[in-house]
């Protein structure tokens, strides 16, 4: 399994952005997945995260701007993120629990990162 993020890029403050993540290969099953980013210098730190039952979680700088979202159907996950600011300028992963057949356990699966820019 492959997880492949798109929709990074250069935007103004005040933009919106959506970045994409989908999964290639066969997927049985997801427990969780989430949308992480890293900027030159600092740690990785959790964006948002949504369970297997829907319930999202997103970190304090985020919240009332960006959403996440995922289609099982589609073994797609989506980050909306509006009203962009410049210290939302970093390397945006996506990570999933994926598990491939119906039995053994569920792995942790990350995409190669999307840059998504703001300018001031």
């Known amino acids: 399994v492959q997880l492949v993020e798109s929709g990074g890029g250069l935007v103004q403050a005040g933009g919106s952005l959506r970045l994409s993540c989908k999964a290639s290969?066969?997927?049985?099953?997801?427990?969780?997945a989430g949308w992480y980013r890293q900027a030159p210098g600092k740690q990785r730190e959790l964006v948002a995260k949504i369970a297997s039952g829907g319930a999202t979680t997103y970190r304090d700088s985020v919240k009332g701007r960006f959403t996440i979202s995922g289609d099982n159907a589609k073994n797609a996950l989506y980050l909306q993120m509006n009203s962009l600011k410049p210290e939302d300028t970093a390397v945006y992963y996506c990570s999933a629990n994926l598990k491939r057949g119906s039995s053994g356990p569920y792995t942790t699966y990350w995409g190669q990162g999307t840059q998504v820019t703001v300018s001031s």
């Open positions: 290969g066969t997927v049985f099953s997801a427990n969780g």
